[in-house]
């Protein structure tokens, strides 16, 4: 027990597991940290994937993520500093900027890019990947560009400063509400000694990412760039507190309970149903999809 954590009510939710992630790259050559891996899915279950960028240097990111497919699954970007422009086989177009977000259900399949609109300074966010249940896996593609002002977020009296991606907190609705799921995705911003707590359904499956400083949640302290996966103990809410100026995200949702094929960007119920979408992309078929907004 760290003493310079509080100890906190019996109905909030402990810290079952850290993981600080694995530094790898991806698309062009993009450095990032793969933090939910594919050994995590069933445990974070509605939760696929989650990368965390964060690089100063040009070269760790300048080639982006050329033109590659996806099925079977949800996308969400959310940017923290640094400017990517999507590309869609509909020919859908947007620029995602610091503090905007975009939410792309992949469905039936489609192919996109998403390449840096900069050549020097900082690029940070986070990917994240959620599972569609097997009655959506092959609906019409569909996606959402939410600018930095259309993400709705308050500040507590004590200071802390909350962005409400997906779900809600604190009465206020956040821009994407999504069925079956549920997700809750929040950006957290806390001074030093300040505290949070979040309501979260005690079915549901939670986790934490510190990306400033650092918190501390009954009694573990999890550090800059670590993810706290929190303890299915039947609690109804987190708690968090901040050691020292910090920010971090918390994602938590409904888990599916179905089971999970992934084949690289494909993710289906079945190895048959991964064959088949193999065959279905070889066949050109992705390129002629229709993405709809969400």
């Given at each position: 027990?760290?003493?310079a ?81 999507h ?81 809600s907190?604190?009465?206020v ?7 079956d ?69 918390i ?44």
């Open positions: 027990m760290n003493p954590l509080t100890q906190t009510s019996p109905k909030v939710r402990s810290v079952e597991q850290l993981v600080k992630g694995i530094q790898t790259s991806d698309g062009a050559g993009v450095r990032l940290t793969r933090v939910l891996t594919q050994n995590l899915q069933r445990r974070l279950d509605p939760f696929l994937m989650l990368d965390a960028f964060r690089n100063e240097n040009p070269d760790d990111y300048i080639g982006g993520f050329p033109s590659h497919p996806h099925r079977g699954f949800e996308t969400v970007t959310y940017m923290i500093a640094g400017r990517m422009r590309h869609d086989s509909a020919g859908n177009e947007g620029l995602l900027g610091p503090g905007g977000a975009q939410w792309m259900t992949t469905g039936s399949g489609l192919i996109h890019s998403e390449l840096p609109e900069q050549e020097k300074g900082l690029m940070e966010g986070f990917q994240l990947w959620v599972n569609l249940p097997s009655k959506n896996k092959m609906i019409p593609p569909s996606y959402r560009d939410i600018p930095t002002e259309a993400v709705p977020e308050f500040t507590t009296e004590n200071g802390v400063r909350v962005r409400v991606i997906a779900g907190s604190c009465g609705s956040g821009a994407v509400l999504r069925p799921t549920e997700p809750l995705f929040l950006d957290v911003h806390l001074p030093a000694g300040g505290s949070f707590d979040q309501p979260i359904d005690p079915d549901h499956n939670a986790f934490t990412y510190t990306y400033r400083g650092s918190i501390g949640i009954s009694g573990t302290a999890v550090p800059d760039r670590h993810m706290a996966i929190l303890a299915n103990d039947g609690t109804p809410a987190l708690r968090v507190e901040a050691l020292e100026d910090a920010r971090l995200i994602v938590a949702g409904r888990p599916l309970n179905e089971p999970i094929v992934q084949y690289g960007p494909f993710v289906m119920n079945t190895s048959e149903e991964i064959q088949q979408t193999l065959r279905d992309y070889r066949a050109g078929t992705f390129e002629k999809s229709t993405v709809r907004s969400l």
